[in-house]
């Protein structure tokens, strides 16, 4: 049985610590603002709906001390890390409904809030789960890239969660997961979030997709993401555009699996997604433990961005959207209630 990723009891937010997994199932008990934007940091908690689940979680904890600490909390959260625009989304509405509330008793209506974006979340991928599912031949196998589960969102997932609603509408799926360099999303998370639900999975390394996929046995390639623009160009683990460009070549359907909330109509297209570029340590240390000498220059963006050309589809609970991605994301925002 999967562990909860993120869990809030007797006013303590238990942040499942995905930096140890698969070997250790601790949790970290995050008391404040502070302690909830060091765990995001950190990648104890990662993945964009989890990091806004907790971000919320986060400005309620902050609230107990007053309207000011709560707002302080936002900006200190929004420091964490810029490609997630579930974060953003998440403080965003945390501040619409802290603007609402009277001084007295913000913590508790704040607190709903932020288990009600978690609820949503995990509603959504239910949702999208079962739309992307219907993109599925009844037996398949697919490839996937970093981890979009259950590990990385409110429960269920989204690539993941297209996976596992497959299954549970009587589908035979097969999984090949990417190890996902430099800190093994993939390999870590990916793999035993699968083997723990019981399904066949298979790990790659990132340099070995374009073998597999030339031999014809991957009926789609599934990611999540991490900020959709409005054209559909898609931010997410570095590695995916490369991945992307493979099923193009390869003519396989490569497809995001997103809840709207990661998709950001402020901009026009992906060339003004914000990259995370993270400490050069995380590429330094070797697997089998040592460092890269000091004098190797490194680079270290943790995202990339795929062209919405290359996207077959992006799933989401309201439904596929298809090319071109500026109508059919806009109908679905229309759909949602969203646009007018
Ligand atoms: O750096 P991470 O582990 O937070 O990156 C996570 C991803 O890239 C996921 O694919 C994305 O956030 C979608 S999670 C449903």
Known sequence: M????????????????????????????????????????????????????????????????GRSAA?????????????????????????????LLPDKDLYPALLEEARSIHREDRENNRLLGEAGAALLPPSCTVLTHCN??????????TALG??????EAGKTVKVYAT???????????????????????????DSMAAALLKRGKIEAVITGADRVAANGDAAN????????????????????AAPLSTIDRTLSSGDSIPIEERDTMEM???PGGGTLPE????????????????????????????????ESLKALFHEKGELP
Not at 39 to 64: E, F, K, M, N, T
Not at 72 to 83: D, G, I, S
Not at 148 to 157: E, I, N, R, S, W
């Open 162 to 167: 297209v996976i596992r609603s497959a299954r």
């Open 2 to 65: 999967l562990p909860e990723t993120l869990r809030f009891e007797n006013d303590i937010l238990y942040i499942l610590d995905q930096r140890r997994l698969p070997g250790t199932v601790e949790y970290i008990p995050c008391t404040s603002a502070e302690e909830t934007a060091r765990a995001i940091d950190s990648l104890a908690v990662r993945g964009a709906p989890a990091i806004g689940i907790a971000a919320a979680c986060g400005v309620a904890l902050a609230s107990r001390s």
């Open 295 to 326: 004098r190797y220059t490194l680079w270290n963006p943790a995202f990339d961005v795929t062209d919405a050309s290359l996207i077959a589809a992006i799933i989401t609970e309201k439904g596929v959207a298809r090319p071109p991605y500026g």
């Open 71 to 99: 707002e302080a909390a936002c900006e200190r959260l929004a420091r964490t890390r810029p490609t997630a625009v579930n974060l953003f989304w998440a403080l965003d509405r945390m501040k619409r409904k802290l603007a």
């Open 237 to 256: 683990k570095i590695g995916t555009l490369s991945l992307a460009v493979l099923a193009a070549h390869f003519k396989v359907p490569f497809y995001i």
């Open 179 to 205: 190890e996902t360099r430099p800190v093994l999303q993939g390999a870590r998370l990916t793999v035993w979030e699968l083997l723990e639900d019981g399904f066949d999975v298979t790990l790659i390394c």
């Open 284 to 286: 330094r240390l070797l």
């Open 148 to 157: 979009a589960g259950a590990l990385a969102t409110g429960g269920h997932g």
